[in-house]
């Protein structure tokens, strides 16, 4: 069975404190791993890997993706309060070729 | 602001009865996906839609069934409904079928039935 496995499940950090989240997967016919971050509502698209080993970066986000190992990791640095949210992981596969997600981590930062 | 709009917000029910949410994809975009998100479950993928065309299976029950129309809006209709069918269910839409890609999502309908 397909599965994605995010952790921790929840961090508690304060402001400029750097964190690393954490998703692993085992999922057949593997196409991208994408990053959502989610507030209160919508799910909202931060990063596609497809390659091992080459960064994506916005900001003070920062994702890779190691296909060998079959995991990816997101790094947030000098973190902030608005970054306080669930981090989705969701993996492009399976036998139909949609996401299959995580449960998420949440992120709670304290001032 | 994703440019994925579902109706409604929010609804309540009771059990058994059914109920229909709406769905409005970005302009342009031809596949529409449909999940539940559950606080135990997380995000679960139920059926995607491409062009009209069902494309992909999930964890859908048989009590759901989903369409896509000429515009590209979908609806998903939920029957008989029970308990545990209460859950933020979400719409996203992407440009082209699978493989995926980046999906923008909607604002969710939150369904509670009582």
């Known amino acids: 069975e397909d599965k994605v496995v995010q952790s921790p499940l929840s961090l508690v950090v304060h402001e400029g404190d750097t964190v690393t989240l954490n998703c692993s997967y085992e999922?057949?016919?593997?196409?991208?791993l994408l990053w959502y971050k989610q507030e209160k509502k919508a799910p909202t698209f931060l990063f596609m890997l497809?390659?091992?080993?080459i960064e994506k970066k916005s900001g003070r986000l920062s994702s890779i993706l190691d296909k060998k190992e079959l995991f990816s990791i997101l790094n947030i640095t000098a973190t902030q309060t608005g970054d306080s949210a669930v981090y989705l992981c969701?993996?492009?596969?399976?036998?139909?070729?949609?996401?299959?997600f995580g449960k998420g981590t949440k992120l709670s930062v304290k001032p | 602001d994703s440019g994925v709009t579902q109706t409604p917000k929010h609804l309540i029910t009771a059990t058994g009865q059914r109920v229909t949410l709406r769905c409005s994809p970005r302009?342009?975009?031809?596949?529409v996906y449909w999940y539940q998100q559950s606080l135990d479950q997380g995000l679960q993928f139920l059926i995607q839609?491409?062009?009209?065309?069902?494309?992909a299976k999930g964890n859908i029950l048989e009590r759901f069934s989903a369409q896509q129309f000429p515009d590209l809006h979908s609806e998903l209709n939920l029957s008989s409904l029970e308990l545990g069918d209460s859950a933020l269910y979400f719409c996203?839409?992407?440009?082209?079928?699978?493989?995926?890609?980046?999906?923008?999502f909607g604002p969710g309908t939150r369904l509670t039935v009582l």
């Open positions: 996203a839409s992407s440009p082209s079928g699978p493989p995926s890609n980046e999906q923008f």
């Open positions: 999922v057949t016919n593997f196409r991208s």
């Open positions: 497809t390659s091992s080993g």
């Open positions: 969701a993996v492009e596969g399976g036998s139909q070729g949609n996401l299959i």
């Open positions: 302009s342009g975009d031809l596949s």
């Open positions: 839609y491409y062009n009209g065309e069902e494309r």
